[in-house]
């Protein structure tokens, strides 16, 4: 597959998103070649007096894989909804490969491919009519349409299902298909709502494999919402976490667990139980004890371990082991999203 062969012209964002032309910027010294597929800026949509997007602003790269976090009833839907041309937003614009969604919404869902949370095939068609039917929507030629079916449908594991009715396949089958159905026409730019949700971990597996595979070979740019914390800090280049229709941190894994590194934690296991109370007052901060074990949470991981090894020489313990817990990303999410932190 070739994505680059449904590449439409689109500009490098500033201001004015139609002034600055890519060879413009290109020619400036220094210029860094960064084209932004998506921008939204201050979107905001309300729904019978209730604000389910505020004001939110985010760009996202070509190329890379952009996770949209946030619980249930944060406002992700609703933002793909509007990035995809499907609801017009109450205030703010977004251009989507350099079109306006609100003036040329034709444009944008034409160069798109769109996988919604639920799995909505035709049921009544085949695995094989389900896929070319939505080529011949986009435009794509018989000849082509029937190889890149064959093609996406081998990839996914359904080729052998062609002739099968799709009301007859699994719910992660019918995701499959659907994705299948968004790729298609070969956009440059998959939106996922939920992909994995409520997926056998075979499936799953299966999909997001499939997911770096497009975005590393066929340089795909994806935007996925996902609940799913471990797959969004295994799969995604940059984060963006909306909590009550608000954008509340934009950021890269990496930079998130560096701006909450008082989440980390010191594991450390003695040679014999230890007693709590002398634990806590040695070292002045949160302590969990289990027998020979004790997990501690302070923001200056040095001074803890400092602390540690004093406490065992004081008291003639053995450091059998010493681990320093990275935060992860599920426990960053839950910090932000309870209000605990300020980002």
Same mark, same amino acid.
């Given at each position: 597959?070739?994505?680059?062969?449904?590449?439409?012209?689109?500009?490098?964002?500033?201001?004015?998103?139609?002034?600055?032309?890519?060879?413009?910027?290109?020619?400036?010294?220094?210029?860094?070649?960064?084209?932004?597929?998506?921008?939204?800026?201050?979107?905001?949509?309300?729904?019978?007096?209730?604000?389910?997007?505020?004001?939110?602003?985010?760009?996202?790269?070509?190329?890379?894989? /952009?996770?949209?976090?946030?619980?249930?009833?944060?406002?992700?839907?609703?933002?793909?909804?509007?990035?995809?041309?499907?609801?017009?937003?109450?205030?703010?614009?977004?251009?989507?490969?350099?079109?306006?969604?609100?003036?040329?919404?034709?444009?944008?869902?034409?160069?798109?491919?769109?996988?919604?949370?639920?799995?909505?095939?035709?049921?009544?068609?085949?695995?094989?009519?389900?896929?070319? /039917?939505?080529?011949?929507?986009?435009?794509?030629?018989?000849?082509?349409?029937?190889?890149?079916?064959?093609?996406?449908?081998?990839?996914?594991?359904?080729?052998?299902?062609?002739?099968?009715?799709?009301?007859?396949?699994?719910?992660?089958?019918?995701?499959?298909?659907?994705?299948?159905?968004?790729?298609?026409?070969?956009?440059?730019?998959?939106?996922?709502?939920?992909?994995?949700?409520?997926?056998?971990?075979?499936?799953?597996?299966?999909?997001?494999?499939?997911?770096?595979?497009?975005?590393?070979?066929?340089?795909?740019?994806?935007?996925?919402?996902?609940?799913?914390?471990?797959?969004?800090?295994?799969?995604?280049?940059?984060?963006?976490?909306?909590?009550?229709?608000?954008?509340?941190?934009?950021?890269?894994?990496?930079?998130?667990?560096?701006?909450?590194?008082?989440?980390?934690?010191?594991?450390?296991?003695?040679?014999?139980?230890?007693?709590?109370?002398?634990?806590?007052?040695?070292?002045?901060?949160?302590?969990?004890?289990?027998?020979?074990?004790?997990?501690?949470?302070?923001?200056?991981?040095?001074?803890?371990?400092?602390?540690?090894?004093?406490?065992?020489?004081?008291?003639?313990?053995?450091?059998?082991?010493?681990?320093?817990?990275?935060?992860?990303?599920?426990?960053?999410?839950?910090?932000?999203?309870?209000?605990?932190?300020?980002?």
């Amino acid at each position: 597959m070739n994505s680059k062969n449904f590449y439409y012209p689109y500009f490098l964002y500033a201001r004015d998103v139609a002034s600055y032309s890519v060879a413009w910027a290109l020619s400036r010294p220094g210029a860094v070649y960064v084209v932004d597929v998506i921008v939204a800026e201050g979107l905001t949509k309300r729904f019978d007096g209730l604000t389910a997007v505020d004001n939110v602003s985010f760009h996202v790269h070509e190329g890379e894989i /952009f996770g949209f976090l946030g619980p249930n009833g944060a406002g992700k839907t609703t933002t793909v909804r509007m990035l995809t041309g499907i609801l017009p937003p109450d205030a703010g614009r977004a251009f989507v490969l350099g079109f306006d969604v609100v003036k040329k919404p034709l444009e944008v869902k034409r160069r798109i491919g769109v996988v919604p949370e639920a799995a909505n095939v035709y049921l009544d068609l085949t695995v094989w009519e389900n896929v070319t /039917f939505m080529a011949e929507l986009y435009g794509v030629p018989r000849g082509v349409r029937e190889r890149r079916a064959r093609e996406l449908l081998d990839e996914m594991g359904l080729l052998k299902y062609r002739d099968a009715k799709a009301r007859r396949l699994s719910k992660g089958m019918r995701q499959r298909l659907l994705i299948c159905m968004a790729l298609v026409h070969e956009p440059p730019l998959l939106f996922l709502d939920e992909p994995t949700s409520g997926l056998d971990p075979q499936s799953a597996r299966r999909i997001r494999s499939m997911l770096r595979e497009l975005n590393k070979e066929e340089g795909v740019t994806i935007f996925l919402t996902t609940h799913n914390m471990w797959e969004a800090e295994e799969l995604c280049h940059r984060i963006a976490i909306i909590n009550r229709g608000r954008l509340v941190a934009v950021s890269n894994p990496r930079e998130l667990k560096d701006m909450f590194t008082r989440l980390r934690t010191v594991e450390v296991e003695f040679n014999r139980a230890v007693d709590e109370r002398s634990i806590l007052e040695a070292l002045g901060c949160e302590v969990d004890v289990s027998g020979n074990r004790c997990r501690i949470r302070a923001r200056d991981v040095n001074d803890v371990i400092c602390g540690i090894v004093d406490y065992a020489k004081s008291h003639g313990l053995e450091i059998l082991s010493l681990n320093v817990i990275e935060p992860s990303l599920e426990d960053i999410f839950l910090e932000i999203v309870e209000g605990k932190a300020d980002v």
